[in-house]
């Protein structure tokens, strides 16, 4: 079945550092591609998407690019700051049967330090 | 209401108790989906409305777990004979009408089975 791999965490960086995190996944046809953050004591919150291989997400800085030939959507990010400590789900769209339900990586831990 | 509520927020129960997780989307969403997020997990797909149909329950782990949404908009995760394992955060999400839209998250309901 289809899923998704992400890195493992926690991160822990200091503010203005740049920022990667890896994502895989597997899949059959062709899905869309999401970040999900999680703020602390917040809920789950869309990031980014993309639709289609080559397209790039964007918002609040952060990007990810849909690389079909690598499976890959790298959350990336120039220059972190103390606000953007959360956890970040990568996640893909299971078109099967018309759902478009969300397969979720396991969740990396960023910590943003002063 | 402005987005997806969930209640209770927290719910504390015996094993082998029957509870119900109670879900309101966003106004005119017609897609519902229910996860469930154990720790350290990314959250996990149960089940997916269309309308008052449940269109996909691939996800729910066994005939203890059952949920309904009679009217198109407010649905009910039931839960019977829980057990331990069951303790988990339970989270909603909502869709409006169409392919790649966002599924927007309510803050979920951690259930802790003792």
Known sequence: ?114 | GAGVSQTPSNKVTEKGKYVELRCDPISGHTALYWYRQSLGQGPEFLIYFQGTGAADDSGLPNDRFFAVRPEGSVSTLKIQRTERGDSAVYLCASKSEGSYNEQFFGPGTRLTVL
């Open chain 1, 1 to 114: 079945g289809n899923s998704v791999t992400q890195m493992e965490g926690p991160v822990t960086l200091s503010e203005e550092a740049f920022l990667t995190i890896n994502c895989t996944y597997t899949a059959t046809g062709y899905p869309s591609l999401f970040w999900y953050v999680q703020y602390p004591g917040e809920g789950l919150q869309l990031l980014l998407k993309a639709t289609k291989a080559d397209d790039k997400g964007s918002n609040k800085g952060f990007e990810a690019t849909y690389r079909k030939e690598t499976t890959s959507f790298h959350l990336e990010k120039g220059s972190v700051q103390v606000s953007d400590s959360a956890v970040y789900f990568c996640a893909l769209s299971d078109g099967q049967g018309g759902s478009e339900k969300l397969v979720f990586g396991k969740g990396t831990k960023l910590t943003v330090n002063p």
